[in-house]
């Protein structure tokens, strides 16, 4: 369906919503912002509340910030320790953002005008201190010809969406990429002749990506230098946010919305990311064999994408076991061990 972004009220209070931004809440935050913000200003209240402090909230609170407005943050978490530092961080605006049909045919638009919006203010964060927002080559290897990648159909009788309530098939998730192909640099394919990998087919992109720790402190410090409040508070329903001075309030909670919200239309997908050691001389990212591992300046995250190679975006669909699974992050790290043993045999 896409992110939650409409109004409601509540008693007095009027509530712009802006959750449910699937794995793309990092691209699509300062976008998401601007329109949650828009709808904010519209009430012409200076003062407004946000609940939640992952990326969607800390964005949300500096758009209206330089809105003009008086911002006070009231969240159950500081951005350090919420979900949003848990993701992969590089740019993936339409990463199991919506699923094409129950998004409606205006979403692509609207989709659009995020994208692009985040990825102007993005180039904003470029090149200061400590890298916040960097670009990195991201080396895309197969064993097999790109073109002969294929997922297997949908089951005959297994349904979709609209029959079952839940995706069943990867084709079901929107993919937008087209729609804003023209700012994006492209991938290119390697010829093999400089193919750095021991793999027989490759490709490189060049991809923008979110350094957490750097960027995460700058989000904070702008806030604060522009005398935004934080208060730490736990909601439990709706009805608790009438007791908040402020009658504006965006409300980012995430995938918490799910429990203090009772909204069910979210559909959990579960993800894991693994850290090891920050490697500075290797500033790079690689996808192989269903994995991916990108090295950044506060760690080198290793994800497992989809080993089975045949689920695509249906992986952890309907899971919401939030734990960490050891034999998946060491199956990740295998895959890219194993990559790089054999290139110091093969490449000697
Ligand atoms: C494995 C994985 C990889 C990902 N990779 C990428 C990627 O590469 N690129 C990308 O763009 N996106 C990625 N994402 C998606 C992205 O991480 C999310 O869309 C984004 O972090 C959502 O941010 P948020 O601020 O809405 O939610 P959260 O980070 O969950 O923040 C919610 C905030 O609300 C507060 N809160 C919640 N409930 C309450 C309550 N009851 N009372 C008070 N406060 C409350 C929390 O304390 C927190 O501060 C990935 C996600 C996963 C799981």
């Known amino acids: 369906m896409g992110p939650r972004l409409d109004v409601e009220k509540i008693g007095d209070k009027t509530v712009i919503h802006n959750y449910g931004h699937g794995g793309s809440g990092w691209s699509l935050s300062w976008g998401s912002a601007d329109i949650a913000v828009g709808k904010a200003a519209a009430t012409l209240d200076k003062k407004i509340a946000v609940i939640g402090c992952g990326v969607i909230g800390l964005t949300s609170a500096l758009t209206a910030q330089r809105a003009g407005m008086d911002v006070t943050i009231y969240t159950k978490d500081l951005l350090p320790h919420t979900r949003s530092v848990r993701a992969n961080g590089s740019w993936t605006p339409d990463s199991r953002v919506a699923l094409t049909k129950p998004a409606g045919d205006a979403f692509p638009a609207l989709w659009e005008q995020m994208a692009r919006y985040s990825w102007k203010t993005y180039r904003d964060y470029l090149g200061l201190p400590g890298n916040p927002i960097d670009f990195r080559d991201n080396y895309i290897l197969s064993d097999i010809p790109f073109d002969q990648k294929h997922f297997p159909p949908p089951q005959p009788g297994a349904g979709d969406y609209s029959t079952t309530g839940k995706p069943q098939h990867t084709s079901e998730f929107a993919d937008y990429g087209d729609l804003i ?75 918490a919305a799910h429990d203090w919200w009772q909204d069910k239309t979210l559909i959990p997908v579960r993800g894991q990311t693994t850290w090891l050691p920050p490697q500075a001389d290797a500033l790079y990212g690689v996808e192989y064999k269903g994995a991916a591992l990108l090295s950044k300046t506060d760690g080198v995250m290793v994800q497992a994408l989809d080993f089975s190679h045949t689920l695509g975006e249906m992986v952890g669909v309907g899971n919401s076991f939030e734990h960490a699974d050891r034999s998946e992050a060491e199956q990740a790290i295998g895959i890219f061990e194993d990559l790089f043993a054999r290139m110091g045999k093969e490449h000697v």
């Open 181 to 255: 192909r023209d700012i994006i640099p492209n991938p290119e394919e390697i010829d093999p002749k400089d193919n750095p990998f021991p793999v027989a087919h490759a490709r490189r992109a060049n991809m923008m990506m979110f350094n957490f720790g750097a960027y995460g402190h700058l989000l904070l410090s702008e806030f604060y230098q522009a005398g935004g409040k934080i208060v730490i508070r736990e909601f439990h329903n709706p009805g608790d946010l009438k007791s908040l001075p402020e009658d504006v309030i965006i409300n980012c909670p995430g995938y």
